[in-house]
């Protein structure tokens, strides 16, 4: 697999068991044809024993996975890491704890079909491990990084690191993530400068 359409971009720190859930959700995708990209941010557990597991337990004609280690603190220097040693044509980043639907990756791409679409993201559903209070209904739940759009592709301004892809060459194009979490006041709200000021570059690029 010399060309690869998607690469999966995990940034981690510390949290071996949320991410080989994270891990083995990614290796059942129905999508034939990706890489798994773990870049290790300075974690001082058994990550990369972890991944090493999971690379040697995969079929290589379905998928790869890398570990890099990258010794700089920071989600936005663990993301620039990993996209410099993607080899997808599409970047999908997802946080190392969330459990990835068998037709992620399918979904994902099809807006891609589209030569305009720069950045798509997907929907973002919480797994309750006790049920929710009713009053939770009356709140934005945005601070959760909840996100559901329906079943139909649309433009947004709105999309969340924990499943957000974009076009490899876009990114390196516009400059990346910005390495200061807050640098843009405009951007507090959303607790720093990361895929929405991405976002805010690609508009106005």
Not at 27 to 34: H, L, N, P, T
Not at 190 to 202: A, I, N, S, V
């Amino acid at each position: 697999m010399d060309k690869l359409k998607i690469s999966v971009i995990i940034p981690t720190y510390n949290r071996t068991e949320s991410l080989a859930n994270t891990i083995r959700s990614l290796k059942q995708q129905v999508f034939i044809g990706y890489e798994i990209i773990v870049v290790d941010n300075s974690c001082t557990d058994e990550t990369k024993i972890l991944v090493e597991k999971e690379e040697r337990d995969i079929d290589k004609n379905r998928c790869f996975i890398m570990y890099l280690p990258e010794p700089s603190i920071g989600l936005h220097n663990a993301r620039h890491t990993g996209a410099k040693a993607s080899k997808g044509e599409i970047l999908l980043y997802v946080d190392d704890d969330i459990i990835a639907d068998e037709n992620l990756l399918n979904e994902i791409l099809k807006p891609y079909a589209d030569p305009v679409v720069g950045c798509v993201g997907g929907k973002i559903l919480p797994k309750w491990e006790v049920n929710p209070p009713e009053w939770i209904k009356l709140f934005s739940l945005s601070w959760l990084s909840i996100l559901d759009l329906g079943e139909e592709i649309k433009e947004t301004e709105v999309l969340y690191g924990c499943n957000f892809s974009i076009r490899r060459q876009i990114l390196f194009d516009i400059g990346g993530f910005n390495p200061d979490g807050f640098p843009d006041r405009k951007y507090w709200y959303f607790r720093g400068d990361g895929e929405m000021g991405l976002l805010r570059k690609l508009h106005t690029s």
